[in-house]
């Protein structure tokens, strides 16, 4: 079974710093899909970026980038510029991109981003 | 909808009692998805729908926990007997097919006393 790890159960950063979140996982697949989601007080999770692993090249979405290391098994998530906005739970998830349960979401525990004025 | 909606927002029951929470999925969505957040966790899956039918519930946790999904829109968990350990947040989510990315409503607080 996929299993998902994130080791650091909070962050904080100052406004407009940049700040790394860290998540490793698990799997015997070579294909699937890595998600970084965040969840505000709203509790909505809001997807904020995705990566596929046939793709070498990192994805990237304004003002976040993550760090995709295949061989590793790790899929960090960078916050430029942080904004008071981005304070959050940020959730890692890894999905299977065929086969039987390629519909499951697989979610670490998360990491809570405070963000300093 | 614009995106999925979820009711009630917050319930209370009391230990022992039936609950049931309602998942009303972006329109057109076939495959609908509800998970599990205890407090301090990461969501956990519960089921999935494809259209009318529940093509996996391996993760509900037992037998007092069911869903329904007759006219393959709006879904209903249903919980009986509750039990303190069942309160957590109770999240929906659709996507257009199983492949696509899954949106996710705001949740149920479920807090059994």
Same mark, same amino acid.
């Given at each position: 079974?996929?299993?998902?790890?994130?080791?650091?159960?909070?962050?904080?950063?100052?406004?407009?710093?940049?700040?790394?979140?860290?998540?490793?996982?698990?799997?015997?697949?070579?294909?699937?899909?890595?998600?970084?989601?965040?969840?505000?007080?709203?509790?909505?999770?809001?997807?904020?970026?995705?990566?596929?692993?046939?793709?070498?090249?990192?994805?990237?979405?304004?003002?976040?980038?993550?760090?995709?290391?295949?061989?590793?098994?790790?899929?960090?998530?960078?916050?430029?510029?942080?904004?008071?906005?981005?304070?959050?739970?940020?959730?890692?998830?890894?999905?299977?991109?065929?086969?039987?349960?390629?519909?499951?979401?697989?979610?670490?525990?998360?990491?809570?981003?405070?963000?300093?004025? | 909808?614009?995106?999925?909606?979820?009711?009630?927002?917050?319930?209370?029951?009391?230990?022992?009692?039936?609950?049931?929470?309602?998942?009303? *999925?972006?329109?057109?969505?076939?495959? +609908?998805?509800?998970? $599990?957040?205890?407090? &301090?966790?990461?969501?956990?899956? @519960?089921?999935?729908?494809?259209?009318?039918?529940?093509?996996?519930?391996?993760?509900?946790?037992?037998?007092?926990?069911?869903?329904?999904? *007759?006219?393959?829109?709006?879904?209903? +968990?249903?919980?009986? $007997?509750?039990?303190? &350990?069942?309160?957590?947040?109770? @999240?929906?989510?659709?996507?257009?097919?199983?492949?696509?990315?899954?949106?996710?409503?705001?949740?149920?607080?479920?807090?059994?006393?």
């Amino acid at each position: 079974a996929q299993t998902v790890t994130q080791s650091q159960p909070e962050m904080s950063v100052q406004e407009a710093e940049t700040v790394t979140l860290s998540c490793t996982y698990d799997t015997s697949e070579s294909d699937y899909y890595l998600f970084w989601y965040k969840q505000p007080p709203s509790r909505q999770m809001i997807l904020v970026i995705r990566q596929e692993a046939y793709k070498q090249q990192n994805a990237t979405e304004n003002r976040f980038s993550v760090n995709f290391q295949k061989a590793a098994k790790s899929f960090s998530l960078k916050i430029s510029d942080s904004q008071l906005g981005d304070a959050a739970m940020y959730f890692c998830a890894y999905r299977d991109s065929s086969g039987g349960s390629n519909y499951k979401l697989t979610f670490g525990k998360g990491t809570l981003l405070t963000v300093n004025p | 909808g614009a995106g999925v909606s979820q009711t009630p927002s917050n319930k209370v029951t009391e230990k022992g009692k039936y609950v049931e929470l309602r998942c009303d *999925p972006i329109s057109g969505h076939t495959a +609908l998805y509800w998970y $599990r957040q205890s407090l &301090g966790q990461g969501p956990e899956f @519960l089921i999935y729908f494809q259209g009318t039918g529940a093509a996996d519930d391996s993760g509900l946790p037992n037998d007092r926990f069911f869903a329904v999904r *007759p006219e393959g829109s709006v879904s209903t +968990l249903k919980i009986q $007997r509750t039990e303190r &350990g069942d309160s957590a947040v109770y @999240l929906c989510a659709s996507s257009e097919n199983r492949n696509t990315e899954a949106f996710f409503g705001q949740g149920t607080r479920l807090t059994v006393v």
